[in-house]
Nanobody, 125 residues
Framework: QVQLVESGGGSVQAGDSLRLSCTAS????????MGWFRQAPGKEREFVAV????????RYADSVKGRFAIFRDRTKNTLYLQMNRLIPEDTAVYYC??????????????????WGQGTQVTVAR
């Protein structure tokens, strides 16, 4: 059974940094896309970043490009999201997700097969 477990969320001030982790288990993720999404209160879940597990190719939402970095450590089966220069608009529950689908719509939450439970990130002004 696939499990994705996020950690690293918290409450910070604007301008601070946080690193989220997502430990994956239950299968090999060769050929998978691993992504981060977030959901703020009253809003839909939105794409943040994605990485191909084997090749390490990355894509980012425009709102986080240049501030966030997604990377993975395959030896530890762990996905990371380094978040720098945080702003209040980054406040949300952050989820990691995995999908086998290799189509280009990696930004669509509906195409992901597995999800973590989420970790809260709160950025104060």
């Amino acid at each position: 059974q696939v499990q994705l477990v996020e950690s690293g969320g918290g409450s910070v001030q604007a301008g601070d940094s946080l690193r989220l982790s997502c430990t994956a288990s239950g299968r090999t993720f060769s050929g998978y896309y691993m992504g981060w999404f977030r959901q703020a209160p009253g809003k839909e879940r939105e794409f943040v970043a994605v990485i191909t597990w084997m090749g390490g190719t990355t894509r980012y939402a425009d709102s986080v490009k240049g501030r966030f970095a997604i990377f993975r450590d395959r030896t530890k089966n762990t996905l990371y999201l380094q978040m720098n220069r945080l702003i209040p608009e980054d406040t949300a529950v952050y989820y990691c997700a995995a999908r086998k689908d290799i189509s280009n719509n990696y930004y669509s939450a509906d195409t992901y097969d597995y999800w973590g439970q989420g970790t809260q990130v709160t950025v104060a002004r």
